[in-house]
Every structure is written in C-alpha cells, then in structure tokens.
C-alpha cells in the first residue's frame, strides 16, 4: 500500500512528458500475478519508456535516451 494503514489520500497519477508515471496517495501495486508489489514509499515513478533496470519503478533512464536523442538531432543540423 502506497501510504499505510490508515490510507486515506486520494490517488493522483500525474503523467509527465516522455517521462515516468508519478503516483501518489493511496494505491496497491501488483504484479501480473496478482501479488501485491511494496513500493517502499508513499510516492512512486512507474517507467513508460521500458528501459528502466527496476521495473515498473522508473530509474531515470529515459532522461538518458533523450540526451542521446537530442544529441544525434544536433549532429544532424
């Protein structure tokens, strides 16, 4: 559960561009079977580029594919 016990928050699940999926307040995270995930906090980053190494956490790695990607746009010019 993302805020204990006495869970009583709403849930807000912010969206940012080419970035993570921000969760927070009260929710359960499972995984594919089921099974509830700890999310060790009461705040979460959920990866939507697929190259985070903690799925479904997000570790930052889509910042890096957008360093690279501005990088060959600038060699291009």
């Known amino acids: 559960m993302g805020t204990g016990a006495g869970m009583t928050d709403p849930t807000v699940i912010r969206a940012y561009p080419d970035g993570p999926l921000l969760v927070?307040?009260?929710f359960r995270?499972?995984?594919e079977n089921?099974?509830?995930v700890d999310p060790r906090r009461g705040t979460i980053a959920l990866c939507r580029c697929d190259r985070s190494a903690r799925k479904p956490f997000c570790?930052?790695?889509h910042a890096?594919?957008?360093q690279?990607?501005?990088r060959r746009a600038a060699a291009e010019e």
């Open 29 to 31: 995270l499972e995984d």
């Open 59 to 61: 570790d930052g790695s």
């Open 34 to 36: 089921g099974d509830v």
């Open 64 to 66: 890096l594919a957008r």
């Open 24 to 26: 927070r307040g009260d």
């Open 68 to 70: 690279g990607r501005a």
